[in-house]
């Protein structure tokens, strides 16, 4: 037998491919098409970083105001997914429901072309977000106004609660962090079904079905279920005492590419601590993240992720817990897009070759003789 190339597990530190959209690195650097996340987050709005990702150049405003209206002209959900979505129930998660929706959109939308298609999912999100826990629950469908921006309608429709300038700034830099992260594992996922060449709708909600795991996207919303256990700054020592005691995992720390620091965790948890101080509240919240971060970095050098501290700002918001993965997802789905039209632009099936390590020359025995 021929001898294969082995990678390590999880293909951990393998390049797989070639990429201009983005890059991570150990030591905290995040790149979009060659602009750090830091620059991006202090001057670009979310469909300028949007347009930048997908397109691989930030927008003249002609191409800005295109994209712009691209979106707003396929905002509006059709009844169908909504019935789908009311369908599964109260008691359906977020995500499942998010996930079924956009699968039943590739059997329901008329977009002929796959940019269309690819447009019209992004456009979509929003709403589709908004809705994946009220109509299940028997709520009326949100629609989308005219004139809103993408952040701006998603956060209106997800809360009722007036956000101020300053929160609608912070959920935008949030949503612009968590738009694209070059091979994570639902990127990743993304690409192989675009690369078996099925449409935008089915490499979208295979990006879903990966993104919803405790190890990826649902972090955020795990780790605001820990904050809310923790609860008090002086409660978390012995937190994280008691989670290594029993070798649990304490979500929101840790990355498979930064050993340093998450820089878009560093600039949440600034923005965390500005909105708890222009709202004039008490900063326990911040306190007890930053001490649970002091820990872990003592413990195991281990520094917090993007989910850790996007968590406490949509909490602040009040935007309910299981709708915090769906809008990680309403983000993503464009570096997933953007990956999806690289992968088929110069297209390779993926089909990875495995080690086997079973057995060999069994004999059939018949099923009244095992
Ligand atoms: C993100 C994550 C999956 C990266 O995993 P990875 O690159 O495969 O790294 P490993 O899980 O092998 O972790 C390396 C070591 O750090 C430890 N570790 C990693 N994350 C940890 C965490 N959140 N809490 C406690 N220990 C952790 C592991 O136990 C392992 O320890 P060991 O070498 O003594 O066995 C992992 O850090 C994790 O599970 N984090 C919690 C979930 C989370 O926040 N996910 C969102 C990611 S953006």
Sequence with gaps: MEARAKVPKGLAGISVTDTSIAKSEADGTLLYRGYSIEEIAANAGFEETAYLVLNGSLPKRAELEAFESGLRARSVVDGRIFGIMKELGAGAHPIDVLRTAVSALGSIDREQDVKGQQLSVEAKMPVLVANCLRVPRGGRPLEPQAGEGFAGGLLRMLTSREASDYERWAFERVLIFYMEHDLNASSFTVRVVASTLADP??????????????????????????????????????????????????????????????????????????????????????????????????????????????????????????????????????????????????????????????????????????
């Design 201 to 370: 709708y089915a490499a979208a909600s295979a990006g879903l079905a990966a993104l919803k795991g405790p190890l990826h996207g649902g972090a955020n919303e795990g780790a605001m279920q820990m904050l809310l256990e923790v609860k008090e700054p002086s409660a978390a020592v012995q937190y994280v005492d008691d989670a290594f005691r029993d070798g649990r995992k304490v979500t929101g720390f840790g990355h498979r590419v930064y050993k340093e620091f998450d820089p878009r965790a560093r600039l949440c948890k600034g923005y965390l601590k500005e909105m708890l101080k222009r709202r004039g509240e008490d900063d326990r919240l911040y306190r007890l993240c930053d001490t649970l971060e002091a820990e872990m970095w003592k413990r195991k050098r281990l520094p917090p992720n993007l989910d850790y501290y996007a968590a406490p700002i949509f909490y602040l918001l009040g935007i309910d817990i299981p709708l915090y993965t769906p809008i990680f997802a309403a983000s993503r789905v464009f570096g997933w897009m953007a990956h999806y039209s690289e992968q088929v632009s110069e297209n390779k099936l993926i089909r990875p070759d495995a080690t086997y390590v079973g057995p060999t020359g069994q004999r059939y025995v018949p099923l009244d003789a095992r």
